[in-house]
């Protein structure tokens, strides 16, 4: 059965790095884009980002002004979300999604705080 | 950025009223909109995609319509399953972009 599993949230201090991963099964994940979407606590869904099937394509909200960066290891069923200079605003639950097939990982929490 | 405005923001009904959740591009998107409805506590689930196509095993009383940049979510018979929260999404253009959410509540 299909599994989109995100890991690496955390605390996480303002101004520094963090990596997201996202593991996937029960579907090759080199067919499909993906992308990240996060949510802050109380708030709406917000489009973080999007990486191409092969990885050679991605696209990021305006908002993130070049702070994230998305990539994938199709090999090992993996992408990544980046997090650089990290700011309070940019506490939520982040969600792993392929949204060609609408299959959504249960999201891994990110809290930015000194 | 394509802005999506979507309205209510919040929305009070009863069991069997019919509803209707308005999005709004700032500028053309052609069918290009997906539907989302999340319950508290869980991921988000696509119930029509693009404007006006159900996907599989959503129940028959949700419907969209619209193109360009006038969408419409409509709930035909509230059932008690369906209070919950909507979301719009545009996928025409990069960055892809979310409107504002309506809450559903009983009323």
């Known amino acids: 059965q299909v599994q989109v599993v995100e890991s690496g949230g955390g605390v996480v201090q303002p101004g520094r790095s963090l990596r997201l991963s996202c593991a996937v099964s029960?579907?090759?994940?080199?067919?499909?884009?993906m992308f990240w979407v996060r949510q802050a606590p109380g708030k709406g869904l917000e489009w973080v980002a999007v990486?191409?099937?092969?990885?050679?394509?991605?696209y990021y909200a305006d908002s993130l002004k070049g702070r994230f960066a998305v990539s994938r290891d199709n090999s090992k069923n993996t992408i990544y979300l980046h997090m650089n200079s990290v700011r309070p605003e940019d506490t939520a639950l982040y969600y792993c999604?392929?949204?060609?097939?609408?299959?959504w990982g249960q999201g891994t929490l990110v809290t930015v705080s000194s | 950025d394509i802005q999506m405005t979507q309205s209510p923001s919040s929305l009070s009904a009863s069991v069997g009223d019919r509803v209707t959740i308005t999005c709004r591009a700032s500028?053309?998107?052609?069918?290009?909109l997906t539907w989302y409805q999340q319950k508290p506590g869980r991921a988000p689930k696509r119930l029509i995609s693009?404007?006006?196509t159900l996907q599989s095993g959503v129940p028959s009383r949700f419907s969209g319509s619209g193109s360009g940049t006038d969408f419409t979510l409509t709930i035909s018979s509230l059932q008690p399953e369906d209070f919950a929260t909507y979301y719009c999404?545009?996928?025409?253009?990069?960055?892809?972009?979310f409107g504002q959410g309506t809450k559903l509540e009983i009323k």
């Open positions: 999604v392929n949204g060609d097939r609408d299959y």
């Open positions: 990486t191409s099937s092969d990885g050679t394509q991605e």
């Open positions: 999404l545009q996928y025409n253009t990069h960055p892809f972009t």
């Open positions: 693009p404007a006006s």
């Open positions: 029960g579907f090759i994940l080199s067919d499909y884009r």
């Open positions: 500028q053309g998107i052609r069918d290009d």
